[in-house]
């Protein structure tokens, strides 16, 4: 290490000021310190420092995002290999010639084959997103001569989560640049921006390529035109069509994700763990999680007393939403951005309380989007600001009548 950190520091010199690749100092300063712990040391007066900085906070949610990620791939393989089971046919692109070529076993019941089936699919999206969110993080910084930050890692993380798994890779790269610039960049970069920017990209390609991000035909890698006994829909649009959708099959596969769904967003239990790093280390906000919780469980069960003769989703029970759509990813990753939500602490609790609530209305009032997790938080960026403007006031004029007293 100590003859790569020699080598490090007699380049440096060309990309610090006054160097000749000094406008190119952001790109390298993202590798130097990605390799080593930066050896500057504070030189003004002592101050208060924690011990956590935005880059391990960004690596924290990063590990916190693998359980999904894990379960993307095996889900996205085992849906294929079930569907193709019941009478679906084999996509015709390069992924099912790579696959032919591995000489695995065609059984759903194959962990080993459902992974590498699914890793075809999730692993370009993955390497799409983050070359993509490379490319405009370093342009950005040099355009603007700051450091290179890591937000675009979890980005980068968090939107093949929320895709389909038959999506088009140069449809990935579009809306992964626009939700990086869009969402985040115009507002002067990480930390500036007031909506997650998975959030946008994923709202753009589900408003520009409705066709891709919605109906049937994305969520299962397979061709189920022509079978009459598989359907290829989500279990939220299911249960949108008919009461008994839920009644023919099993919570427990849905809590453990064994459903068609965006690629990360189906298994419950793997965001649980990441729940758990994000709870353990202080990175995600506990209040705003039981907010989105206790919202959820009161809209439901108002929403089932209310109830419906034409819309079956009046009907569903608070416990299958939580299993259902991307209601378990947005709880844990995306309702608590620490940069797109509130920041105080009673505030938080008020801001997932109403995603809770928005998000099951969404879901059950309008039937031509049976989602909701994903409008119902940038919803609630947008005003964020104004439930901490209001707890502020809350407590300065309870302070003031403390005093007076």
Known sequence: MKFLRDISDQIAP???????????????????????????VTKTSSHVR????????MITVVIALVPCAGMAMYNTGYQTLLATAHGGLPLDDWR??????????????????CIVLGSLFYLPVYATVMATGGAVEITGAIVRGHEVNEGFLV????????LPATIPLWMVALGMAF??????????????????????????????YPADMSG??????????????????TLLAQAAETSSALANYDWWDAFYGYIPGSMGETSTVACLMGCALLLWT???????????????????????????DSNPLFAVPWYWHMVL???????????TDPVSSAFTDSGKFYYGLMIGILCILIRVINPAYPEGMMLAILFMNMFAPLIDHFVVQGNIKRRQARSAA
Not at 191 to 206: D, I, K, S
Not at 325 to 335: D, K, S
């Open 14 to 40: 060309i990309f610090e000021k006054g160097g000749r690749l000094e406008k190119f100092y952001p790109a390298w300063e993202m590798i130097d310190s990605g390799n080593f712990t930066p050896g500057e």
């Open 50 to 57: 924690d011990g956590i900085d935005l880059k391990r906070l």
């Open 96 to 113: 099912m010639v790579v696959w032919a070529a591995t000489g695995l076993a065609s059984d759903f019941n194959s962990p080993l084959s």
């Open 155 to 162: 980005t980068g993380m968090l939107l093949p989560l929320t």
């Open 179 to 208: 939700g990086l610039i869009f969402g985040k960049e115009v507002f002067g970069g990480t930390g500036m921006n007031f909506l997650n920017p998975a959030l946008v990209a994923r709202a753009f390609l589900f408003f520009a």
């Open 216 to 233: 049937e035909s994305p969520w299962i890698a397979a061709n189920l035109s022509g079978v009459d006994s598989y359907t290829g829909a």
């Open 282 to 308: 202080k990175v995600g906000s506990g209040k705003t999680m039981a907010g989105v919780v206790i919202g959820t469980i009161a809209m439901s069960l108002t929403l089932n007393l209310v109830g419906s």
């Open 325 to 335: 759509g991307g209601w378990a990813l947005g709880a844990v990753f995306m309702a």
